[in-house]
């Protein structure tokens, strides 16, 4: 495909369309709680969405490899699931869970993507500071992202990071990455959150990118679910994730996906 640099005019319905994300998606977390199901959190979000004008982007989308297509407006991973977890009527979070929520919406022909891990009820530290850890890995990568770098460096620079945290080893996710975003949900370059500096495509102002780092608290092992969506660790321990959707300038990176 290549990498695609926006247009002026696109990337000014790309900052509209990151803000409406942001504030659906703030809306949803603030409705997290326990008793509430995943499947609540999935329609609140598309209804939202809809009431907007504009389309859930997750929604009956069939990424490369899948069997199906996604059955859901939201992805909601809850503790060991990494990514990509399907709501279910069935699914009640429970006090002292954590859960990834994550949407992409699709506004005027062009799509952004977001996501946050949310505590539910009364955490364990743990989990806070794995949570506080994935935030702030995204925000290390999000600097890196200066135009003029390569995808190598944010890479580099999350995994730094996370290398250098005391008391604590996580697991980097491996196997899934950050991506180019707008005209499609998926784009290149593929950034993951690890790897050498000075390596990999060239940041070009107009290019926008999702950044999304996924920490375990412990193997960075993953295994896929019989659903062929749900990723999860595979030694059963608790995974964080989070990401924004940025334009790569002349200068410092725009988060789009703010309100």
Do not use: W
């Not at 990509?84 to 919406?105: A, M, N, Q, Y």
């Not at 999000?142 to 390569?150: F, R, S, T, V």
């Not at 334009?247 to 309100?259: A, H, N, S």
């Amino acid at each position: 495909m290549g990498i695609i640099i926006k247009t002026p005019e696109e990337i000014e319905i790309l900052r509209e369309c990151g803000r409406r994300l942001a504030t659906v998606l703030y809306k949803v977390r603030d409705m997290v709680a326990p008793g509430v199901s995943t499947y609540e959190l999935d329609k609140y979000a598309e209804k939202l969405i809809r009431e907007m004008g504009d389309e859930p982007a997750f929604l009956n989308y069939k990424p490369e490899g899948a069997s199906i297509p996604f059955p859901a407006t939201l992805c909601v991973s809850v503790n060991d699931e990494v990514v990509h977890g399907i709501p279910r009527k069935d699914h009640i979070l429970k006090d002292g869970d954590i859960v990834s929520i994550d949407l992409g919406v699709k506004h005027k022909g062009l799509f952004t993507d977001m996501a946050m891990t949310v505590p539910v009820g009364n955490v364990s530290e743990s989990d806070l500071k794995l949570i506080r850890t994935t935030e702030e890995a995204l925000h290390v990568g999000i600097d890196a992202a200066q135009g003029g770098n390569k995808t190598g460096d944010i890479g580099y620079a999350i995994e730094q990071f996370v290398r250098n945290q005391k008391g604590q080893k996580y697991g980097i996710v491996e196997v899934l990455a950050g991506h180019g975003v707008g005209k499609k949900i998926h784009e290149d370059p593929f950034i993951p959150n690890f790897g050498k500096a000075n390596t990999g495509a060239k940041l070009i102002p107009g290019m926008v990118i999702a950044i999304e780092p996924m920490l375990n608290n412990g193997t960075k092992v993953v295994t896929l679910d019989n659903d062929g969506y749900t990723f999860r660790t595979a030694d059963g321990k608790r995974s964080a994730h989070f990401e924004h959707t940025i334009l790569i300038t002349d200068g410092e990176p725009e988060i789009l996906t703010k309100i």
